[in-house]
């Protein structure tokens, strides 16, 4: 039997973070080991109440979460994902009062107490900017040994990147931290891209969300807010069939590579271009001296992700769903 994936889920909370931390705590093979919240959909503060929150509708106080980077390593934070995510973060959608604090820890300490505690035994798994992630690795250059691996949402070598910013090739999360993301990229961790050429073959439908939120409780307020989020996508992409399921898929990768295919390659960031600053660029030559530093996802098995997810929101921990 495989062993289950530890993960320290880093995330910026914001609606797909809310539908990842669920997908985490409703797979049978992961082990949630602790949050660690940065900015990005929203403030790292407000990212960190939506974090408390969530897990609290899920029924997880228990799980340790710590507050990192309220900004990028070189640039201010600008907010501009209200009209995604909503003025909240969550789609509008209002939830209890957290029932505790965040730790008294910064978010990249709390990853590198960890890794330290259990070395070769963790995940991490990156939602939002690369801050966090990057802090810690600058911090410890050992951490590339001590995780069992790094997965990464972000990236994008073929689907068009995100509307609203100035680089036509580039998603969200490296676009907000594109210097972070090279930190992180040339660390020397095992690490996996799952980029938008992947995340946008994963939709969250109206028709699925009609089959999650009738469980009720988690579940309903979930596709609540996911239908914040579907609206946000119509409007962005006419005739789009649903909502790209990101961080719920990075998480999904994270416990079960074989969902995806992916080509090993050698990649970095781009960090002054005037188009394409926040672009992964892949050397994809075949000259002998490139030396590949991630797996870059390409292609997902969509159906057999979208059973898992659907029995995850749903709250069906215990359905095996091959």
Same mark, same amino acid.
Request: charged residues 15%.
């Given at each position: 039997?495989?062993?289950? #994936?530890?993960?320290?889920?880093?995330?910026?909370?914001?609606?797909?973070?809310?539908?990842?931390?669920?997908? /985490?705590?409703?797979?049978?093979?992961?082990?949630?080991?602790?949050?660690?919240?940065?900015?990005?959909?929203?403030?790292?503060?407000?990212?960190?109440?939506?974090?408390?929150?969530?897990?609290?509708?899920?029924?997880?106080?228990?799980?340790?979460?710590?507050? @990192?980077?309220?900004?990028?390593?070189?640039?201010?934070?600008?907010?501009?994902?209200?009209?995604?995510?909503?003025?909240?973060?969550?789609?509008?959608?209002?939830?209890?009062?957290?029932?505790?604090?965040?730790?008294?820890? *910064?978010?990249?300490?709390?990853?590198?107490?960890?890794?330290?505690?259990?070395?070769?035994?963790?995940?991490? #798994?990156?939602?939002?900017?690369?801050?966090?992630?990057?802090? /810690?690795?600058?911090?410890?250059?050992?951490?590339?040994?001590?995780?069992?691996?790094?997965?990464?949402?972000?990236?994008?070598?073929? *689907?068009?990147?995100?509307?609203?910013?100035?680089?036509?090739?580039?998603? /969200?999360?490296?676009?907000?931290?594109?210097?972070?993301?090279?930190?992180?990229?040339?660390?020397?961790?095992?690490?996996?891209?799952? @980029?938008?050429?992947?995340?946008?073959?994963?939709?969250?439908?109206?028709?699925?969300?009609?089959?999650?939120?009738?469980?009720?409780?988690?579940?309903?307020?979930?596709?609540?807010?996911?239908?914040?989020?579907?609206?946000?996508?119509?409007?962005?992409?006419?005739?789009?069939?649903?909502?790209?399921? *990101?961080?719920?898929?990075?998480?999904?990768?994270?416990?079960?590579?074989?969902?995806?295919?992916?080509?090993?390659?050698?990649?970095?960031?781009?960090?002054?271009?005037?188009?394409?600053?926040?672009?992964?660029?892949?050397?994809?030559?075949?000259?002998?001296?490139?030396?590949?530093?991630?797996?870059?996802?390409?292609?997902?098995?969509?159906?057999?992700?979208?059973?898992?997810?659907?029995?995850?929101?749903?709250?069906?921990?215990?359905?095996?769903?091959?």
């Amino acid at each position: 039997m495989a062993q289950p #994936c530890r993960m320290i889920l880093d995330v910026d909370t914001g609606i797909d973070d809310a539908l990842a931390i669920a997908y /985490a705590l409703g797979r049978p093979g992961i082990v949630l080991e602790a949050v660690t919240t940065t900015f990005g959909n929203i403030d790292v503060a407000a990212a960190t109440r939506n974090t408390l929150q969530v897990l609290d509708l899920l029924g997880r106080p228990d799980i340790p979460v710590a507050a @990192g980077a309220a900004h990028a390593l070189t640039r201010p934070y600008v907010r501009g994902a209200a009209h995604i995510h909503g003025q909240n973060g969550i789609g509008e959608v209002a939830l209890p009062p957290p029932s505790r604090a965040a730790l008294d820890a *910064h978010a990249a300490d709390l990853i590198l107490g960890m890794a330290r505690a259990h070395p070769g035994a963790l995940t991490l #798994c990156t939602v939002g900017p690369l801050t966090n992630a990057a802090l /810690a690795f600058a911090r410890a250059p050992e951490l590339a040994r001590l995780l069992r691996g790094v997965v990464v949402m972000g990236g994008t070598l073929f *689907h068009p990147g995100v509307p609203g910013i100035a680089s036509p090739m580039a998603d /969200a999360n490296m676009w907000n931290d594109p210097e972070a993301g090279r930190i992180v990229l040339g660390a020397g961790a095992a690490l996996t891209l799952v @980029g938008m050429d992947v995340t946008m073959q994963t939709l969250l439908t109206p028709a699925i969300a009609d089959e999650i939120a009738p469980a009720g409780g988690a579940a309903a307020a979930l596709m609540a807010m996911a239908r914040f989020y579907l609206a946000a996508y119509q409007a962005q992409y006419p005739g789009i069939a649903g909502c790209g399921l *990101h961080d719920p898929l990075a998480v999904a990768v994270a416990e079960d590579a074989a969902l995806v295919t992916a080509e090993a390659m050698q990649v970095d960031v781009e960090l002054a271009g005037e188009l394409t600053r926040g672009q992964v660029v892949a050397d994809r030559r075949r000259t002998g001296r490139t030396r590949p530093n991630a797996a870059v996802c390409l292609g997902v098995e969509e159906p057999r992700f979208r059973a898992r997810f659907i029995a995850a929101m749903r709250g069906e921990r215990g359905s095996v769903i091959p």
